[in-house]
């Protein structure tokens, strides 16, 4: 039917046919049935499909014009908004579509509020609206985020699953899990190029770029699924997250370029036309960065690694959307050209399966195997060599990056209160003290130099004293802190180190501290050891008013931290709230990183089953629209 509407479009557009007027409608008569019957048996003749068909098509044409018309009439008269709603529940099975009306300056929590009251739904929570690619956001107004009269909308509908759990509820679940990863200290999760080497950004950027491709992770889990409405709202997500970087740098990284491709590809699983422009504006981004990125027709990247290399499945996949678009627009020849692309690629990259199950008898993961076969042409024996290898490069590069990585975390935790203002490189500040400069000096040259490497050097070696006057006087740890610290159950030199680093702020000191813990059993001893002391000063505080209020945690240290008083009993509970939210972090990381293989280059590995589904049932398509 879609095929059917596509060409009668071009054909009225190409007559100048306007089945709102006369002759083929009349006001207050209506559809003339006589003028539509002529019209449909020229163009069924023109076009190959019957005039039953044919004169269907166009009274749907008609109706929906009928209703543009009169939206447009009433946007006119009245201000009141028509929006097109193509509604998909969360199993991306069925699709429904109705007529929503808000006015444009109505917030988007009421657009939302009317679509589920059409849908009978209790919860406006469970609906949310797409535009033009975009979420609707609900506390702002559709105007000021673009939306128009007659505009078309995909509404995804989240109602529980069979675990009684809700889309929307999973979706703020990842995303707090995600933020809680991602501003952790602990660093869950770094930035790698493909080789394994760290990747320091400035921690705007960093975070930004962080939280974008964490949420993409979860999406791409979401697809393998097969959820692909939860992907779609995942990936929106992470483009928002991303636009936050830096365009320039955005534009030198494939990483968005296939959130792009994936955001489209959930489109076209959802069955979804609707958002056929954002779909050609993202496939445009996409091959624009890949062609940046890999050379023009990716002649550079065919030259290193060969036509079979596993980047190519991207590109397949690219080419094949670039082809249903083209399709879906009537622009069959180059239709035609971009599937015949996508088939010959699809060719060259098909695995042998005897080959693949005898990979995972060996003992590897199926993914990795699948990348290895195409990089080696479908040879076991080279196959299993690229995965070794592959491994040894990672291991080395990130064994060679641990000082940095270590280094950075440092940095992060002396700047825990400004922002990221006064952001340092750590690879500059480690190549550097390599030159046997001093930290402090080096660290106070990148600050004045804004990580310019070269006259940071300079002002290192020729005007050291000037740059040691600016450092900030050195404070030794404050005794009676020291000893509140030490009662806290924290030893003795981290305890000084932390009071030095944050010059003795004490609750910049207890931040440091439980951020410095190595492991999850640490971080259980300090809530079970603040349990007990925030326990005993319970009893303390119902005991006798005329007994002494002092109770004390045992410990191993020689000092010990009384609780009988109020301010202790409050500093106790707050290292007690911070342990506790330290310790969700890695429960946190555990939720997030269920469902993500522990393969790197994941992202590659396409097994192209649907790919050549949808390959076989477009080009079947063409073949009828050619014969």
């Given at each position: 039917m879609?095929?059917?509407?596509?060409q009668?479009?071009?054909?009225?557009q190409?007559?100048?046919v306007?089945?709102w007027?006369?002759?083929?409608?009349v006001e207050?008569l209506g559809?003339s049935d006589?003028?539509?019957?002529?019209?449909?048996?020229e163009?069924?003749?023109?076009?190959h499909?019957?005039?039953v068909?044919?004169?269907?098509?166009?009274?749907?044409?008609?109706e929906?014009?009928?209703r543009?018309?009169?939206?447009?009439?009433?946007?006119?008269d009245t201000g009141?908004?028509t929006f097109?709603?193509?509604?998909v529940?969360?199993?991306?099975g069925t699709?429904?579509?109705l007529?929503v009306?808000?006015?444009?300056g109505?917030?988007?929590?009421?657009?939302q509020?009317?679509?589920?009251?059409?849908?009978?739904?209790?919860?406006?929570?469970?609906?949310?609206?797409?535009?033009?690619?975009?979420m609707?956001?609900s506390?702002?107004t559709?105007?000021s985020?673009?939306l128009?009269?007659?505009q078309?909308l995909?509404?995804i509908?989240?109602?529980?699953d069979?675990?009684?759990?809700?889309?929307?509820?999973?979706?703020?679940?990842?995303?707090?899990?995600?933020?809680?990863?991602?501003?952790?200290?602990?660093?869950?999760v770094?930035?790698?190029?493909?080789?394994?080497n760290?990747?320091?950004?400035?921690?705007?950027?960093?975070?930004?770029?962080?939280?974008?491709?964490?949420?993409?992770?979860?999406a791409?889990?979401?697809?393998r699924?097969?959820?692909?409405?939860?992907?779609?709202?995942l990936?929106?997500?992470?483009?928002?997250?991303?636009?936050?970087?830096d365009?320039?740098?955005?534009?030198?990284?494939?990483?968005?370029a296939?959130?792009?491709l994936?955001?489209?590809?959930?489109?076209l699983c959802?069955?979804?036309i609707?958002?056929?422009p954002?779909?050609?504006?993202?496939?445009?981004?996409c091959?624009?960065?890949?062609?940046?990125?890999?050379?023009e027709n990716f002649?550079?990247?065919?030259?290193?690694?060969?036509?079979?290399?596993p980047?190519?499945?991207?590109i397949?996949?690219?080419?094949?959307?670039?082809?249903?678009?083209?399709?879906?627009?009537?622009?069959?020849?180059?239709?035609r050209?971009?599937?015949?692309?996508?088939?010959?690629?699809l060719?060259?990259?098909?695995?042998?399966s005897?080959?693949?199950?005898?990979?995972?008898?060996?003992g590897?993961?199926?993914?990795?195997?699948?990348l290895a076969l195409?990089?080696?042409?479908?040879?076991?024996?080279?196959?299993?060599?690229?995965?070794?290898?592959?491994?040894?490069?990672?291991?080395a590069?990130?064994?060679?990056?641990?000082?940095?990585?270590?280094?950075?975390?440092?940095?992060a935790?002396?700047?825990?209160?400004?922002d990221?203002?006064?952001w340092v490189?750590?690879?500059?500040?480690?190549?550097?003290?390599?030159l046997g400069?001093?930290?402090?000096?080096?660290?106070?040259?990148?600050?004045r130099?804004?990580?310019?490497?070269?006259?940071?050097?300079?002002l290192?070696?020729?005007?050291s004293?000037e740059?040691?006057?600016?450092?900030?006087?050195?404070q030794a740890?404050?005794?009676?802190?020291l000893?509140?610290?030490?009662?806290?159950g924290?030893?003795l030199?981290?305890a000084?180190?932390?009071?030095?680093?944050?010059?003795n702020?004490?609750?910049?000191?207890?931040?440091?501290?439980l951020k410095s813990?190595a492991?999850?059993e640490?971080?259980?001893?300090?809530?079970?050891?603040?349990?007990?002391?925030?326990a005993?000063a319970?009893?303390?505080s119902?005991s006798?008013?005329n007994?002494?209020?002092?109770s004390?945690?045992?410990?191993?240290?020689?000092?010990?931290?009384?609780v009988?008083?109020?301010?202790k009993?409050?500093?106790?509970k707050s290292?007690?709230?911070?342990?506790?939210?330290?310790?969700?972090t890695y429960?946190?990381?555990?939720?997030?990183?269920e469902?993500?293989?522990?393969v790197d280059?994941?992202?590659?590995?396409?097994?192209?089953?649907?790919?050549?589904?949808?390959?076989?049932?477009?080009?079947?398509?063409?073949?009828?629209?050619?014969?």
């Amino acid at each position: 039917m879609e095929n059917k509407l596509i060409q009668l479009r071009i054909r009225l557009q190409e007559r100048g046919v306007k089945l709102w007027e006369s002759p083929y409608y009349v006001e207050d008569l209506g559809s003339s049935d006589s003028a539509v019957e002529l019209l449909a048996q020229e163009l069924s003749r023109e076009l190959h499909i019957s005039v039953v068909s044919c004169k269907n098509s166009l009274l749907e044409l008609q109706e929906h014009s009928l209703r543009k018309l009169a939206a447009r009439r009433e946007f006119d008269d009245t201000g009141l908004a028509t929006f097109h709603v193509r509604c998909v529940d969360n199993q991306g099975g069925t699709a429904h579509t109705l007529e929503v009306k808000c006015a444009l300056g109505e917030l988007g929590a009421n657009l939302q509020r009317k679509v589920a009251d059409e849908l009978q739904l209790s919860e406006a929570d469970h609906v949310k609206c797409i535009s033009a690619g975009r979420m609707v956001v609900s506390q702002a107004t559709l105007q000021s985020q673009g939306l128009k009269n007659n505009q078309q909308l995909l509404v995804i509908v989240g109602q529980p699953d069979s675990r009684g759990e809700a889309l929307y509820e999973r979706i703020r679940q990842i995303q707090r899990d995600v933020e809680v990863v991602v501003d952790s200290d602990h660093r869950f999760v770094d930035l790698e190029d493909q080789d394994g080497n760290v990747m320091f950004l400035p921690p705007h950027e960093n975070r930004a770029l962080l939280m974008g491709m964490s949420l993409g992770e979860k999406a791409r889990a979401a697809m393998r699924r097969g959820h692909y409405d939860e992907a779609l709202l995942l990936f929106l997500e992470a483009d928002e997250k991303l636009n936050n970087c830096d365009s320039k740098f955005l534009d030198y990284v494939d990483n968005y370029a296939l959130l792009n491709l994936d955001i489209v590809w959930c489109y076209l699983c959802l069955k979804n036309i609707t958002q056929l422009p954002d779909a050609q504006r993202r496939l445009d981004v996409c091959e624009r960065i890949l062609q940046r990125s890999y050379g023009e027709n990716f002649s550079r990247l065919y030259a290193l690694k060969g036509s079979s290399c596993p980047e190519r499945a991207l590109i397949m996949r690219l080419q094949l959307l670039q082809g249903i678009i083209l399709f879906h627009q009537n622009q069959r020849v180059e239709a035609r050209a971009r599937l015949d692309a996508a088939g010959a690629a699809l060719a060259e990259l098909k695995v042998n399966s005897e080959q693949l199950e005898l990979l995972v008898e060996m003992g590897f993961d199926a993914s990795a195997a699948r990348l290895a076969l195409r990089s080696s042409n479908g040879n076991v024996e080279q196959a299993v060599q690229f995965i070794q290898q592959r491994r040894q490069r990672l291991q080395a590069a990130r064994a060679n990056s641990d000082s940095e990585r270590q280094l950075s975390r440092r940095l992060a935790q002396m700047q825990l209160d400004n922002d990221g203002r006064d952001w340092v490189h750590p690879r500059s500040v480690c190549r550097l003290m390599d030159l046997g400069f001093e930290q402090q000096l080096v660290v106070e040259a990148l600050h004045r130099t804004e990580n310019d490497l070269a006259r940071s050097l300079e002002l290192l070696q020729y005007h050291s004293s000037e740059l040691r006057q600016g450092l900030p006087d050195s404070q030794a740890a404050d005794e009676q802190m020291l000893g509140t610290l030490r009662g806290l159950g924290f030893k003795l030199p981290a305890a000084r180190a932390a009071l030095e680093i944050t010059c003795n702020n004490l609750d910049r000191a207890i931040d440091f501290l439980l951020k410095s813990l190595a492991t999850e059993e640490e971080l259980n001893s300090v809530v079970e050891r603040m349990s007990a002391t925030a326990a005993a000063a319970g009893a303390a505080s119902t005991s006798s008013s005329n007994s002494p209020a002092s109770s004390v945690l045992p410990n191993s240290s020689s000092e010990q931290l009384s609780v009988g008083t109020p301010s202790k009993v409050a500093l106790v509970k707050s290292v007690l709230n911070k342990a506790k939210a330290e310790l969700e972090t890695y429960r946190a990381y555990r939720r997030f990183n269920e469902d993500i293989p522990d393969v790197d280059q994941d992202y590659l590995d396409l097994p192209l089953e649907q790919e050549e589904q949808l390959l076989n049932e477009y080009t079947q398509l063409l073949e009828h629209y050619e014969g």
